[in-house]
């Protein structure tokens, strides 16, 4: 158990940058492999809801500022006078 542990703690940095900066890619990549094996592709239902959410919230985005800007120019117009 403790050689176990003592080959998933990561070295030091500080007393050994280069061995550390190794480890630290290694275990990344590990992790990177991991996680695309674990991954799915969506199915046509969830591709749907989440093309929507995203629509939604490219709308919102739009519309709030386009109501900013709408009153901004007024009040920009108001504040610096009109020439």
């Known amino acids: 158990m403790a050689a176990?542990?003592?080959?998933?703690?990561?070295?030091?940095?500080?007393?050994?940058?280069?061995?550390a900066s190794?480890?630290?890619v290694k275990k990344f990549s590990k992790d990177?492999?991991?996680l695309i094996m674990k991954?799915?592709?969506?199915?046509?239902k969830e591709f749907k809801k989440l093309a929507i959410a995203t629509s939604i919230g490219f709308l919102l985005m739009g519309f709030i500022?386009?109501?900013i800007r709408l009153i901004h120019i007024p009040i920009n117009n108001i504040i610096r006078g009109s020439s």
Do not use: E, M, V
């Open 65 to 67: 500022g386009f109501f």
């Open 4 to 19: 176990q542990r003592k080959k998933d703690t990561l070295p030091n940095i500080l007393d050994h940058p280069i061995d």
């Open 32 to 34: 990177s492999y991991h």
């Open 22 to 24: 190794i480890a630290h």
């Open 39 to 44: 991954c799915t592709k969506p199915d046509l």
